[in-house]
Each structure stands twice: as structure tokens, then as C-alpha cells.
Nanobody
Framework: QAPLVESGGGLVQAGDSLKVSCAAA????????IGWFRQAPGKEREIVAV????????FYGDSVKGRFTISRDNAKSTIFLQMNSLKPEDTAVYLC?????????????????WGQGTQVTVSS
């Protein structure tokens, strides 16, 4: 079983909402911090949000604060990213990532597991 599998991406209009999911292997979901990064063409990868393994700590990138919400359901081994008030500049491949170290997400370096990504496209 792949450690992380994303789903739920698609094409939406500006102002719409979209929810993407990350299905994790059972052990990964319950013991790792899990987050979302995004990669747009010609731009550097940036952190979107991360949630600690027990959900008591969350972090959001400045560009999505107040619009996106990360959550996890460890019983279902799934992490969610609810995206509201989407903008064309949110268009990117959204990548799920997992690592035992919550702080590793602040730099994005040496993250242990990566998903394949799901495309989110927001039209104006």
C-alpha cells in the first residue's frame, strides 16, 4: 500500500470550495504529522498546511490563512484539506506529505513520505 494517496482535485471557478483528501497507511496516519504542499508551474513548492499527529497543532501558509482548513480522522487514516474562497493563484498540484517531525514541514526538506499529488485548477 502506497503511504499516501491524494484525491479530490479538479477544476473549479474562483470563489468556489473544494475538499481534497489524503489516504494514509494506518500506521502513518496515527503516528506522523501530515501536511499539504503545493507546486505551481514556474514557482517554488510552498507549504499549505500541516497538522500534528494528534491534531493539537496546526500551521497554515500565509497565502491560505482564513480560507483553508486542515483536519484529520485517524480512525479512517485520512487527512482533509477544505479549501474555500478559491482564487486562480491557488492553481497547483497539491501534494500530501508525512513525517514524524512536525517542524520538518516548516522547511519542507527531508520529508519522509510524499504522495503523487492531485491537480487543483481555479478558473477566473
Amino acid at each position: 500500500q502506497a503511504p499516501l494517496v491524494e484525491s479530490g482535485g479538479g477544476l473549479v471557478q474562483a470563489g468556489d470550495s473544494l475538499k481534497v483528501s489524503c489516504a494514509a497507511a494506518e500506521r502513518t496516519a496515527s503516528t506522523y504529522a501530515i501536511g499539504w504542499f503545493r507546486q505551481a508551474p514556474g514557482k517554488e513548492r510552498e507549504i499549505v498546511a500541516v497538522i500534528s499527529r494528534n491534531g493539537d497543532a496546526v500551521f497554515y501558509g500565509d497565502s491560505v490563512k482564513g480560507r483553508f482548513t486542515i483536519s484529520r480522522d485517524n480512525a479512517k487514516s485520512t487527512i482533509f484539506l477544505q479549501m474555500n474562497s478559491l482564487k486562480p493563484e491557488d492553481t497547483a498540484v497539491y501534494l500530501c506529505a508525512a513525517d514524524p517531525r512536525y517542524d520538518a514541514f516548516m522547511t519542507g526538506r527531508s520529508i519522509l513520505y510524499w504522495g503523487q499529488g492531485t491537480q487543483v485548477t481555479v478558473s477566473s
